[in-house]
C-alpha cells in the first residue's frame, strides 16, 4: 500500500500595510461575480481565470493588505432566474449558495498554489469542505494574513452576494467594497447595448438609488451609504487592476458619500 503524499503547508507571514507600499487601503473586500469565473467558457469554472485572480490577489497581500472575498454563483446557478421559471424562490436561492462554495473552494485551490494562505468560511454548516462564518475568527485570519473567502452569501434567501459583501464588508471593518465587473465603471445606460453611454468617475450613493443603476443592488448601495463605506466598481478583466483598486489608484467608478461627478 502506497504511501500519501502530504501537501506542503501554507504558511501566513503577517505583512504590515505602510507608508512605503503605497496603499492607501489596510484591509479591502473583494467582490467577484460568478460569470467572471467563466473566462471563456460557457458554463463553471475556467481554471485560467482562478489563476489570473489568484496572482492578482498575491500582488495585494505582498503590500501587507487584508483582503477578504465574496464570490457570486451565477456562473453555476441562478435563484431568481430558476425562480422566474416557476421554482420556489428559497429554493432557488439555497441551491445559488452552494453553488458560491463550489466557486470559493476553485478560488481556494488558485491562492494556495500561488503559496497564498486561504480560508473558505460559509454562511451555511458544511464543515468538511469550510469553516463557519464566525466574524471574530474570520477578523483573526486576516490579521495573521490571511485571505479569506466568504462563501454561501449571507445564510439567507432574498439577499444578493452584493449584500453579502456589503454586509461582510461592514461586519470586518473593511474601508473599501471593490466589485470587481466585465465593464470599466458605472455608465449612465447599459455600455453593452448603448455605445454613447458615458462612464460616471465618481458618484455619491443617492444619485446612484435615484438613478437606479443597476451594476451593484440597491440594498447593499443602501447598507454601505448608512455605514459610510465607499465602493469601487472596475473591470476585472485587466491585468492589474485589482492591484490598482486595492491602492487607491482611480480606475473605475467610485461611489461615496461625496459630490457625484458625471464624467
Do not use: W
Not at 107 to 131: C, F, H, W, Y
Amino acid at each position: 500500500m502506497s504511501e500519501a503524499v502530504a501537501r506542503p503547508k501554507v504558511t501566513a507571514v503577517p505583512v504590515i500595510a505602510g507608508e512605503d507600499s503605497g496603499a492607501r487601503y489596510r484591509r479591502i473586500l473583494l467582490k467577484i461575480s460568478g460569470e467572471a469565473l467563466l473566462g471563456k467558457r460557457s458554463y463553471g469554472v475556467d481554471p485560467d481565470m482562478c489563476v489570473f485572480i489568484a496572482r492578482q490577489v498575491r500582488e495585494v497581500t505582498s503590500l501587507g493588505i487584508e483582503i477578504a472575498v465574496v464570490v457570486g454563483g451565477g456562473n453555476i446557478f441562478r435563484g431568481l432566474a430558476a425562480s422566474a421559471a416557476g421554482m420556489d424562490r428559497a429554493t432557488g436561492d439555497y441551491i445559488g449558495m452552494l453553488a458560491t462554495v463550489m466557486n470559493a473552494l476553485a478560488l481556494q485551490d488558485a491562492l494556495e498554489k500561488e503559496d497564498v494562505p486561504t480560508r473558505v468560511m460559509s454562511a451555511i454548516g458544511m464543515n468538511e469542505v469550510a469553516e463557519p462564518y464566525i466574524r471574530r475568527r474570520a477578523v483573526r485570519h486576516l490579521e495573521k494574513g490571511r485571505v479569506i473567502i466568504l462563501a454561501a452569501g449571507t445564510g439567507n434567501p432574498y439577499f444578493t452576494t452584493d449584500t453579502a459583501a456589503a454586509l461582510r464588508a461592514v461586519e470586518i471593518g473593511a474601508q473599501v467594497l471593490l466589485k470587481a465587473t466585465k465593464v470599466d465603471g458605472v455608465y449612465d445606460s447599459d455600455p453593452m447595448t448603448n455605445p454613447k453611454a458615458v462612464r460616471h468617475e465618481r458618484l455619491d450613493y443617492a444619485q446612484m438609488l435615484t438613478d437606479r443603476l443597476q451594476v451593484i443592488d440597491s440594498t447593499a448601495v443602501t447598507l454601505c451609504m448608512e455605514n459610510d463605506l465607499p465602493i469601487v466598481v472596475f473591470d476585472l478583466n485587466q491585468p492589474g487592476h485589482i492591484r490598482a483598486a486595492a491602492v487607491g489608484e482611480l480606475i473605475g467608478t467610485l461611489i461615496d458619500g461625496g459630490d457625484g461627478e458625471n464624467q
